[in-house]
């Protein structure tokens, strides 16, 4: 064979300048035809070309640098054209850089054309392009002559098989496969025709094979693609390790340390395909190569030494999160940290570099990733929860494709439901729903796992919100889910995954159909729920091989499928879970230790752990159960929520083997986790009716405990009390703390720093009623924002105030607080009738004493509370309702719970009546009884109790007391020691226009909403009747139509004394704080009047917290509610935080309130109402000392005679009881009631 031809030198001349070219073409000219060389006009064509080339390349973004490129082509086209088809060297030589040319002017027309008419020229000119280079190449690579001492065949081949994956695979994006397998053809041919002596060349060729091969395996997802990638790859690292010379080849990362990278990655990806085997040694030989290629990068290479740092640390954090428990390494997460962190820095210091903000936004969304699989595997740092939600915001918003935009979603995703597991704090939940929904619609076709998370998300959102449609959509996406694992890309780990996904969310459909929703949905459709449950939960369990390190997450929701199945189906024969229940313990431990770690294989330890007590649970193994409770409850490793909710079940179970002092231990470690937990003190209202939902008895269990454990009544009642209202003290403890420090002289009379509440009240003030529900929550303060950003840096945590006011109910204060009369609080349980079911009496007397009520059963009180809670009073339901009210509640209350402690007080003389039990006029009153509305009994109307309403009858409460209600004895303490010392204001006497010297009512009219949803009601009527009554007494100022602002400013900065609410109500059973008065616009909620309590400053002047400011607050005496359901505790899961629209007017600081505990018949209520204040006025009239019929006198501001509110209230509903006909109209008479001190 003839030696190969050479090349003759080109001369060195000096190149001209791209934006030169227009000016200086005649140069130009004459530096290409002035070569001495006698070749051919061939070789003339393709130096010209070359140096076209070269001026191209010096600045390729020069105006006229594509005219040069251009010329180029016709260039090297000329060259071609003159050189023989006989000539086998020059001609593949000249064809081969034609392919070249022709590949630059593709690669340099913008991707995105301007205009349409751009874009279909453009496409088709693109699309000539690539096939002409195609060709082209394909001609050149068919010319070259093989040469054992040559490596053109192989570089010519090599440059077709490129070509194939660039201009045909990746240029189009129906992802042609034909170009794959072309590819790979070329790029074998390269490598076999690749001289033995190219080391290099050889290397570079087997990494183009490699990566056309992995191409086609992430198409079609082919092993033996892969694997014979890898193999590739080897060779080329075994060929090129020990030269130490990087050479020139164009592979990925193109040196020995690139070799080395890609192969780390492409083992990662092999054990992705075989992750079933349980094979763990391709993710070591991943890390072991990924660190190599790392180290094997010279720093100075900044690009490329970022990019091998972060494929190392995504290596160890594949082989970290692959293994079982204990042979994970901590030092793999750490490492995994610090790489991932040195990544990003050497990333940010890529100053020039063109892709250096895309390349950030994908470095910070890896360590991000990484930051949130050490605190999800460890839960030991939240820290590391916070930085990665950084560093995922900051990813979002950085330049990058598609798929790293979702990986960011899908990172936040996952964190705010994190966040929303460990606060309980819904708004990360909706950001949590909100990113990842964000995530599915940003993919055409979206992963499985952004499927599966966005699932998982709206499952939670139904566990918080309980809306239907959260649950329908997860079902929904949870089946998209499982379809789209089903591809070959997926393995049988993938597809567990999503099945466990479907059996969580089958359960909840279940558990929502037995307890009814409305629907329609009978005991049927729950059994067939459940059987769907398990069937997932059993396939789930089935895909997952006892090597995955998530087998542990899918027995835990096959033992909770089996358990809720063997406990809502037990005639059905299900299989045991002796087994499971083994498997479990061996993997999380079962020694009666004190659990210490927080988290294991990524999920929440407690939460694994409680799972493994209800499972024992259903094997009727009650002592272990108990016990795996009582460790998870006593972990402080576990989340809040999960111990507390573990406690009470400890409890329970201990109570019910009669071992009252063990779960007395229980329930009160509960009840003082939910006090002092500071993730629970930070949530707005609806979040803490969420979480108290689910912790429903505490308050009733802990004083039934505490008396078989033999402590004293007070104690058992302190506890009881410290277990209700929880919110409530909650929400006022912040502007307690305000008045606390004002007074002691901390606060100066400032806020501190100027935000926090007031900013509130003001957000509060301005927000429109169009918002949606969302936004509305938003609203809702978190309570120790109030205290920490308000409150002097002298002021103690929020547990530390409420601590401090409860231990005010000493015997000596609680005999104080009776001293106006008996005050009663009912516990009721299913533990038997010796200290289940009682009531506390406290009196001034004697202090506290325990009554127990043999007759009074727990289910009684829960079946007639079904009933009360359905009590309507419509014209529909008149009859039923008045029914179930006169021959069952009424009497039943009578005899098993009013009429006994009535009994008790009469015997110990308690409610005797003196000389100083008398009104103005010398007339005998009735003792008073104050009954705590907290619990299931304080939700009935104790006040209409009887069997006899007839004048001179003995056998109700409505003859032998006058009763008043308060929402927890601690509330009666706060009123009257805390609001009812604020001094009046000072007025003038002699002032003519002082508003304060006449007794003010605010009447506030709201006749019908806006939206015409709601009737519209005869205010005119009420208003007329109310002047008649007040005679001159009270001076009355209608208020119609006002807004919220309005309202509120008004409540606190009046010097009315009666404010009277003539407008609609609404109560939510499900979330109480959303009971609301429906202004014209807007809603008046429950929650938002308890957050404004006493030194809010809701006034015209926010900012300041003075002793003046605090008695603008408190001003009025009496808030009179003529709206319906406005004092009905009507949730059955919160009846121990006894909110309404009665009790937030209390703790708002009203000492008086009146209202219905459900709709009320018009005739009715007006008669009531016009009762009650003719003799209110007339009580008035009485204590004006010195006054006249006008009222005038020297008592002022929120006064109002003693015990007038109540007695007022009595005295009306007595004169319906004259009435034989009203008497028997139960629904109307008995549903008025007093709240207040």
């Known amino acids: 064979m003839a030696a190969p031809r050479t090349l003759p030198p080109v001369p060195q001349r000096t190149l001209v300048s791209p934006s030169d070219f227009d000016s200086n073409r005649e140069a130009l000219r004459l530096l290409l035809t002035g070569s001495t060389d006698p070749d051919s006009k061939a070789s003339q064509h ?134 794959l397998d072309d590819a790979i053809v070329a790029a074998r041919i390269a490598v076999d025709a690749t001289p033995p002596g190219y080391i290099h060349d050889a290397a570079a060729r087997r990494g183009v094979l490699a990566h056309a091969l992995e191409s086609r395996f992430r198409q079609v997802h082919r092993e033996g693609d892969l694997r014979e990638a890898i193999q590739e790859v080897e060779r080329a690292v075994a060929v090129t390790g020990g030269s130490g010379v990087p050479g020139s080849v164009h592979i990925p990362q193109g040196d020995h340390a690139g070799l080395v990278g890609h192969l780390a990655l492409m083992c990662g990806r092999l054990w992705l395909l075989r992750r079933d085997a349980g094979d763990i040694r391709l993710l070591d030989d991943a890390v072991r190569y990924g660190s190599l290629a790392e180290s094997l990068t010279p720093d100075s290479d900044l690009d490329k030494k970022a990019a091998r740092l972060r494929n190392a640390s995504m290596m160890l954090l594949r082989r970290y999160e692959a293994q079982r428990a204990p042979l994970r390494k901590r030092v793999d997460l750490d490492e995994a940290v610090r790489l991932a962190q040195d990544s990003l820095n050497r990333t940010v210091s890529l100053s020039d570099h063109q892709d250096r903000d895309k390349k950030l936004g994908s470095r910070r969304a ?89 699932a998982n998300a709206l499952l939670l959102g139904f566990r918080r919100f309980r ?159 108990r016990d795996v409770y009582e460790q998870v409850g006593m972990s402080a490793a576990s989340l809040p929520m999960t111990r507390i909710l573990a406690l009470r079940k400890a409890g329970i179970l201990y109570a019910n083997e009669a071992k009252w002092s063990d779960a007395l231990t229980m329930f009160r470690e509960a009840i003082s ?73 901390n606060g100066k009379g400032q806020n501190p720093t100027g935000s926090s509440i007031f900013g509130y009240v003001k957000q509060l003030f301005t927000a429109t009623s169009k918002a949606t529900w969302r936004s509305w929550r938003g609203l809702m303060p978190p309570l120790p924002a109030l205290q920490e950003h308000e409150a002097p840096p002298s002021a103690p945590p929020v547990g530390g105030l409420l601590s401090d006011v409860e231990t005010k ?60 809670h359905s009590i309507r009073n419509s014209a529909r339901f008149r009859r039923r309702d008045n029914t179930a009210l006169g021959e069952d509640i009424l009497p039943w209350l009578w005899h098993t719970a009013v009429e006994p402690v009535l009994r008790q007080l009469d015997a110990t003389l308690t409610l005797r009546t003196t000389s100083s039990s008398r009104d103005q006029d010398g007339q005998r009153l009735l003792p008073r009884v104050w009954w705590v509305s907290g619990g299931l009994l304080g939700s009935f109307p104790l006040h209409a109790a009887g069997t006899d309403w007839g004048p001179t009858s003995r056998d109700c409460a409505m003859r032998r007391v006058v009763s008043s209600y308060v929402p927890s004895v601690m509330g009666l303490w706060l009123a009257r020691t805390v ?99 429906l202004l014209r616009e807007e809603r008046l909620t429950a929650g938002e009047l308890m957050t404004l309590y006493v030194g809010s400053g809701a006034g015209k002047q926010p900012g300041l917290v003075t002793e003046e400011r605090q008695r603008r607050v408190v001003r009025a005496g009496l808030a009179y509610l003529s709206a319906c359901s ?92 004259q009435d034989s006909t009203a008497r028997l109209d139960y629904a109307s008479w008995a549903s008025f009631v007093h709240v207040g001190i």
């Open 809 to 868: 109910l000493t015997d000596a204060e609680l005999r104080k607080l009776a001293e106006p009369g008996p005050i009663i609080s009912y516990t009721t349980s299913r533990y038997g009738s010796t200290n289940g079911n009682g009531a506390f009496i406290i009196t001034a007397q004697h202090g506290v004493q325990f009554l127990p009520l043999s007759a009074l059963h727990h289910i009684d009180v829960e079946r007639r509370t079904r009933i009360l």
């Open 1126 to 1217: 406005v004092a009905k505790n009507g949730s059955p899961e919160l009846v121990d935080e006894a909110i309404h629209l009665a009790s937030a007017l209390f703790w708002f600081g009203f000492p008086n309130v009146v209202g219905p505990l459900w709709e009320v018949l018009d005739r009715a209520a007006r008669q009531v109402t016009g009762d009650f204040y003719e003799h209110l006025a007339k009580s008035v009239f009485l204590f004006e000392a010195g006054g006249d019929r006008k009222g005038k006198g020297n008592k002022k501001g929120r006064e109002l005679p003693p015990r007038a509110v109540a007695d007022a209230l009595h005295e009306a509903i007595l004169a319906r009881l």
């Open 46 to 179: 393709s130096r010209r070309a070359s140096v076209l080339r070269q001026a191209y390349e010096h600045d390729p973004t020069a105006q006229n640098a594509l005219l040069l490129l251009e010329e180029a082509v016709e260039a090297a086209r000329a060259a071609v054209k003159h050189t023989s088809p006989r000539d086998r060297f020059y001609r593949p030589a000249r064809l081969s850089d034609l392919s070249r040319l022709l590949q630059m002017l593709y690669e340099h027309y913008p991707v995105v054309p301007t205009t349409t008419t751009d874009q279909e020229a453009q496409g088709g000119t693109r699309a000539a392009l690539a096939a002409e280079a195609i060709s082209i190449a394909r001609e050149a690579a068919e010319l070259t002559p093989a040469d054992p001492n040559s490596g053109s065949r192989a570089a010519r081949y090599s440059q077709l098989a490129r070509l194939h994956m660039q201009l045909r695979f990746k240029a189009t994006t129906t992802k042609d496969l034909a170009a």
């Open 673 to 745: 986790l939910l006090s002092r937990g500071q993730a629970l003190q930070s949530l707005r209202l609806d979040d803490h009716e969420d979480t108290l939902s689910h912790l429903s008895g505490l308050a009733s269990l802990s004083p039934v405990a505490a008396l078989y454990a033999g402590e004293s009544p007070r104690e058992a009642l302190v506890w009881a009390e410290r277990g209700r209202g929880i919110i409530a003290k909650l929400a006022v403890n912040a502007p307690l703390q305000l008045i606390q420090d004002h007074r002691s002289g």
């Open 366 to 454: 890896h360590l991000a990733r990484v930051q949130l699989a050490r605190y999800e595997y460890l839960r030991d740092d939240e820290a590391d929860l916070e930085r990665a939600v950084e560093n995922a915001r900051r990813a979002l918003t950085a330049p990058g494709t598609k798929w790293h935009r979702c990986a960011a979603l899908t990172i936040l995703g996952t964190a705010h439901q994190l966040l929303f597991r460990s606060r309980l704090d819904s708004k990360y939940l909706e950001l949590a729903i909100d990113f990842a929904q964000d995530a599915v619609e940003e993919m055409p076709k979206p992963a499985a796992g952004m499927l599966s998370n966005f």
């Open 979 to 1077: 609001t009812a010392d604020l001094p009046p204001p000072e007025v003038k006497p002699d002032d003519p226009d002082s508003k304060s010297n006449t007794k003010q009512l605010l009447f506030i009219a709201v006749p019908q909403p806006a939206d015409g949803r709601m009737p519209e009601l005869n205010v005119k009527a009420e208003l007329k009747a109310l002047e008649e009554s007040a005679d001159g007494v009270l001076d009355i100022e209608p208020l119609w139509n006002p807004d919220k602002r309005i309202v509120l400013d008004r409540l606190a900065g009046d010097d009315a004394t009666v404010v009277h609410f003539a407008c609609h109500g609404t109560s939510e059973q499900e979330q109480p704080s959303k009971s609301a008065l």
């Open 467 to 625: 809306e239907s449609p959260y649950l329908d959509d997860a079902l929904l996406y949870a089946e998209k889910a499982l379809e789209a694992s089903s591809g070959s890309q997926y393995n049988d780990s993938d597809r567990a995954a999503r099945h466990s996904d479907l059996a969580d969310i089958y359960g909840a459909k279940a558990r929502k159909a037995a307890d009814g929703d409305g629907s329609g949905v009978d005991g049927n459709k729950s059994v067939e729920l459940l059987h769907m449950a398990l069937h997932h939960a059993l396939a789930a369990l089935r895909l997952t091989q006892p090597s995955d390190p998530h087998r542990l997450r899918r027995l835990s929701i096959y033992g909770s499928a089996v358990a809720v199945f063997r406990q809502e189906v037990p005639e059905a024969g299900v299989p045991s879970l002796d087994r499971t229940i083994q498997e479990v313990e061996e993997m999380v431990g079962s020694g009666a230790g004190v659990i210490t770690g927080g988290a294991i294989e990524g999920h929440d330890l407690g939460a694994l752990r409680s799972n493994l007590g209800r499972m024992l649970e259903a094997q009727g193994q009650l002592s272990r159960a």
